[in-house]
């Protein structure tokens, strides 16, 4: 019995291929690549006579004219670039790794040596990528480029080419810099070798310019297929016009041709679910956010605008989340289309800018940053640090100096400020629930009090939705909401600076309202003197 690709999609054993079609300039008319194809059946087949196998051999001679002709691999290169810098801007792939697969040892040459030429940093070695810069790393790790020809060594290599490639010794390090998502090689430019039983669970882009034997076609394009933290799909740039031989070797050795997807599948995914986005937003301006002409504070207020605006009803706010993930999502396997407007990526940015303030506000910080490129990470840096008036305060992370910042007066007062009334309230709650977290490392008790107390205003605000009223009154009910949450923070702080009074530490109060709470719930707290529960809670601290 088969186990088809369908079914490791099923299972979460694979995740889906996408394909994306390259310049139609550089893409093999169809009777080449039906050459290519018959090439391939008569090398195969027994009994092919001379002729027929001489005759295909000269419809592959051409056939690398053609892929190796210096005019189309500059525009492959070119567009190649392009492509991989916009997918890794955009954050539409996880760790930008990418696979070059070229038809022959030759062209590999070639292509890599114009990389070089138009991106030198690339080739700069290093021991990991920026992004892990300062992480510790794995002890098999060393300098490498960003790019690297992966082939075998041939008889007549040059030095240059020699030295590049390196010996057998070298390619199985290369191997395993491949493999490590921390290290810096990220592009590996190959003909034959890694396109089979080679495997890169991050790796999520191939750029193929090969025609390939049906029989090596799926496994090749399976590189991409592995499952990873983060990855939604892999994707297969196809710069020879491979769509029809993809489908007819998912016919014959898989029985199946749905895990591989047209871009026009995302694409219209992408078109939908911005169209949903609109007419999510009705009734808010924010055409001022891609004026030109406009101050960084006053593309901040738009930001901060379309915030508040979402998060005035919770239906749309789910709706709004939901919806710009599955956009972008798309969008991520459609860059590079030429359906996909300027406009239509600028408006997306800012619906991300949104999604990412709310996520940050009122969920965390890790999963969402896949969705920022570098543009929409300091605008919503910026946002947020504007929304905390000036404060760039990371509810996420716990130095010292934000522990002490999660009880303060001041901070408080600059949170209410803040002129949105939903935006004010949700970042209430999220100081109050890391205040709750903090006091619970010393005080379990107290801090499932307060919890309580945080969650019945919460149900209060999910409630809103009943009120039949107009947004003015809303608008107070919200912000009464937000007196009630500064009246639990006032406590809390309160509570918590409560030990001083009694004259003990801030660790020996927890014992201490833990003896209360159990002298009260068994009703044998008259039996005891204050300074009988302190001198207890003191001993019970030392054990």
Not at 17 to 23: D, V
Not at 62 to 70: A, E, P
Not at 73 to 102: P, Q, S
Not at 339 to 353: K, R, S
Request: glycine share 4%; charged share 35%; aromatic share 10%.
């Amino acid at each position: 019995m088969k186990y088809t690709m369908w079914q490791s999609l099923a299972d979460g054993s694979t995740v889906p291929i996408a394909r994306l079609p390259g310049p139609r300039e550089v893409q093999l008319d169809e009777r080449l690549a039906r050459a290519c194809d018959e090439y391939y059946r008569l090398q195969q087949e027994a009994g092919a006579n001379e002729y027929q196998i001489e005759q295909s051999k000269k419809e592959m001679t051409r056939i690398k004219v053609i892929l190796g002709n210096s005019d189309r691999l500059d525009v492959v290169v070119k567009h190649f670039i392009w492509h991989y810098e916009k997918r890794c801007e955009e954050h539409a792939t996880v760790n930008g790794k990418a696979m070059f697969v070229c038809y022959d040892r030759e062209i590999a040459f070639e292509v890599y040596k114009r990389i070089r030429n138009a991106r030198p940093e690339w080739f700069v070695k290093r021991d990991c990528a920026p992004e892990h810069e300062g992480e510790r790393l794995d002890r098999d790790a060393f300098e490498i480029e960003k790019v690297k020809l992966i082939c075998t060594n041939g008889a007549n290599d040059s030095k240059e080419l020699e030295k590049i490639l390196g010996d057998s010794d070298d390619r199985k390090r290369y191997a395993r810099a491949f493999k490590d998502e921390k290290s810096n090689f990220k592009i590996a430019i190959v003909v034959d070798m890694w396109i089979t039983g080679f495997d890169v669970p991050s790796l999520d882009t191939m750029y193929l310019d090969k025609p390939i034997e049906k029989h090596n076609l799926i496994q090749t394009i399976s590189r991409v297929n592995r499952v990873f933290k983060g990855k939604q799909e892999g994707l297969i740039v196809d710069y020879i016009g491979l769509e029809g031989a993809i489908a007819a070797a998912m016919k014959q050795y898989q029985d199946d041709t749905r895990p591989v997807n047209g871009v026009e599948a995302s694409l219209g995914v992408f078109k939908d679910f911005m169209s949903r986005i609109v007419q999510l937003l009705h009734g808010l301006d924010y055409s001022r956010f891609f004026d030109a002409s406009i101050t960084p504070l006053e593309r901040l207020n738009v930001i901060q605008k379309g915030v508040e605006f979402v998060l005035e009803n919770s239906s749309r706010k789910d709706n709004f989340m939901g919806y710009t993930q599955r956009a972008k999502k798309a969008f991520d396997v459609c860059i590079g289309s030429d359906q996909i407007t300027d406009d239509e990526v600028e408006q997306l940015h800012y619906f991300l800018c949104i999604r990412s303030v709310i996520y940050k506000m009122t969920i965390g910080d890790t999963p969402d940053a896949t969705l920022m490129n570098q543009k929409i990470s300091e605008l919503v840096n910026r946002a947020i640090s504007s929304t905390y008036s000036g404060k760039d305060f990371n509810f996420d992370e716990q130095p010292q100096d934000d522990v002490q910042m999660l009880f303060s007066d001041e901070f408080l007062e600059k949170l209410k400020k803040i002129p949105y009334p939903a935006t004010k309230y949700f970042a209430l709650v999220k100081l109050l629930k890391r205040a709750i977290k903090e006091f619970s490392k010393t005080n379990v008790l107290k801090a499932v009090e307060y919890s309580k107390k945080l969650k019945m205003v919460i149900d209060k605000y999910n409630s809103r939705n009943e009120i039949k009223e107009s947004d003015v009154i809303i608008d107070e009910f919200v912000d009464d909401l937000s007196g009630e949450l500064e009246r639990i923070h006032r406590e809390l702080k309160k509570e918590k600076e409560s030990f001083e009074a009694l004259g003990i530490t801030y660790d020996e109060k927890a014992f201490y309202d833990i003896l209360v709470a159990i002298a009260d719930k068994y009703h044998f707290r008259d039996s005891f003197t204050e300074e009988k529960f302190i001198d207890l809670a003191k001993e019970l601290r030392s054990l």
